[in-house]
């Protein structure tokens, strides 16, 4: 039985729609997973070897088990956020004559494979090797080793228990934050050490090696915890995470509605950006898009040439923009025939789709201007930028969404979710990026930075003010691609 | 075979099954008919121990089907795709039914030599996962699974919808011999009347939760349901 669902675990990974996609996005893809990876081997590496050079004043051992408690209370607030607990796809093993046991421990077991199980050794197997191996014996890294890594097991289990009791309350999550703040205050200010029992606990395992029970012993509980729940009341509705459903609100709004036909579109693209989680997922990364200034403006060298300050720019007021516009069409590939068939007015459409993207762009620009603090010249090169989203790029970008005509499943997956995306459509997306580096190079190698900012500005406020006439091409191109568009929609 | 006692199943108050009382005999092909909502499917998964009831038990061979899996093992169903394991290929599936069951490979073989007609060429030997078939194919791939055991009751949800007309005459043909060759109790739900009544020599209406027709099928039963429903 175990091989059974050892083989389609991994043929369901394998054949996910994730890896469904062409080679060359494959091969990108792997390409930087295959950086992140190796990244965090090396930054985990050096960070092991350094270690005691850090805190040359500490125990090197005793002091990064003094921010185990910590790590492992943070661990399981972003866990709860982000970690994937797999208990749906066991429906169709429940009418089989399978035995419940087994069921729940593959339920349970498939949870090992989180990403955020693997994370932590990058650092923890670096600091056993060149630290706690150091200054201990082999066996007493190992003991101190498994110890740890029972204890992010233990995590693992406890957030699918504690995620299934309160995935509908965030709150919960929010208030254990809030204690865990001042937690770290009373440690901060001396009052209470917490990281000190932390340091003693897992310190203890090194000289003591029966001591190994306690892990053992809270993975165990976790375990049993979520066998008994799961053994209760093995029925998918009642296992399947609720989250309380909420009927949004702002797609029928007011003002909205006394804009008639076109504010009834602008309502149900609203509600298909609110109501999917890949939809939604994009608005939630939006907030990393706009700080992302925070990175490149405090340091100097980007600072040296606009070239590059250009780039961000267009990136920040538009981040979100692209991610709407470049796919709206194929957001709505499971009802385009609707589209077409109905009586709809494309021309109306397509206003609707520019508008919604000039909107994002905005909001995000008007959330960005406290970036003068960084320069006068920063706030006049994202104002530029902005203007060039707002008149070039957007209608850019529907044109080029023309193109795409890869059926998109919004209900599933949501971050790091590729599925109808598709390469040529990324690379087509990099020249209207460029575009206005381009238009800059000439003026800034000739000493005339202003004057090729001033320039990107003009071509934003021409796409602006002639936006109908480009709009009409690009319905133009929707009405000739519309049945190339449909029938890649309608392939699932 | 199948006792019903006190069975409730509410969601916030909102009864959407109420059975008191229902015996189906071994052997009896038991069809459920009723307009959506009216509780068909959910009366399905209670039996198969899918959803937990608010009240009373199924008993299946007089043992509770909750708490206990024997029933698992003369039980065939399909209800839904969700049944069906949609990653993998048709083969995969049908020799991972075969492989928890027990059956021997020459039993496989012989499901699919038996089957093949049914297929009609569309599901084996495709290259196709399951998720990429048709809603018909698919459908097609969990009746397979659910007859492939030779089970003694047999649970199907809607199975002649979304088949095309000939597969849905086999099935028919498939359902009937089945009862009188290996006396199999079936439970069947349908939206149509004409099938339904032509498989199954007992009809029962569901309507909002409750039974409110119970009748042996006779000439007229087609004609009874017609007028029942033609509101």
Sequence with gaps: MIKWFISHQWKDAKRSSMWQKNLVLNVVLGFFVFLIILEALVGGIVLGKNWHEIFPNDNPVEKFNSYLIYYFAFDLIIRFFMQHVPVLKVTPYLHLPIKRSKIINHVLSKTLFSFFNFLPLFIVIPIAVFQVSYYHSIAATWVWFLSVLFMILSNNFLLVYLKKQFASNPKVVGIFGLILAGLILLDYFGIYSFSGVSSIVFTSFINNFTFIIIPIAVLSFVYIINYRYLNSGLYPEEIRIHKEKKIDRISDNKYIKTLGKTGDMIAVELKLLLRHKRTKTILYMTPLFLLYGLFFYPQEIYRDGYGFLIFIGVFISGGLMINYANYSFSYESSYFDAILTNNYDLRKYLKVKFMIAISMSTISFFLTIPYFLFGIDILLINFVCFLYNIGCLSILLLYLATYNKKRMDLGKGAAFNYQGMGASNWLVMFPAFLLPIFVYLPFGLTGNPYGGILVIGIIGMIGLIFHKTFLNLVLKNLIKRKYIMAEGFREK | ?231
């Excluded at chain 2, 209670?46 to 043992?63: E, P, Q």
């Excluded at chain 2, 949609?86 to 039914?97: C, G, S």
């Excluded at chain 2, 099935?171 to 009347?193: A, G, P, R």
């Excluded at chain 2, 004409?194 to 007992?202: L, Y």
């Design chain 2, 1 to 231: 075979m199948i006792k019903v006692k006190d069975l409730t199943k509410a969601y916030n108050s909102n009864v959407v099954l109420n059975i008191p009382k229902l015996q189906i005999k071994k052997g009896e092909s038991f069809g459920l008919v009723g307009n959506n909502g009216a509780g068909k499917t959910t009366f399905f998964r209670l039996i198969l121990d899918l959803i937990r009831a608010n009240t009373g038990m199924v008993l299946s061979k007089d043992i509770n089907v909750v708490g206990n899996e024997n029933w698992k093992f003369y039980t065939g169903s399909y209800l839904d795709e969700g049944f069906l394991i949609d990653f993998l290929t048709p083969e995969e599936y049908f020799k991972f039914i075969s492989g928890i069951n027990g059956l021997s490979k020459g039993d496989l073989d012989e499901f699919l030599k038996n089957f093949e007609v049914f297929f009609n060429g569309e599901v084996i030997g495709k290259k196709k996962y399951i998720r990429e078939l048709s809603s018909g194919n698919q459908k097609k791939v969990g009746i397979a699974a659910a007859l492939m055991t030779n089970p003694e009751i047999l649970v199907l949800d809607e199975p002649f919808n979304s088949l095309d007309p000939t597969t849905q005459i086999r099935l028919k043909k498939l359902l009937k011999e089945m009862q009188h060759e290996k006396n199999v109790t079936m439970l069947i739900s349908s939206h149509d009347l004409n099938q339904v009544t032509e498989v199954c020599d007992r009809i029962v209406v569901l309507h909002e939760g409750n039974i409110v027709h119970d009748i042996q099928t006779n000439k007229d039963t087609l004609k009874e349901l017609e007028e029942y429903f033609a509101v």
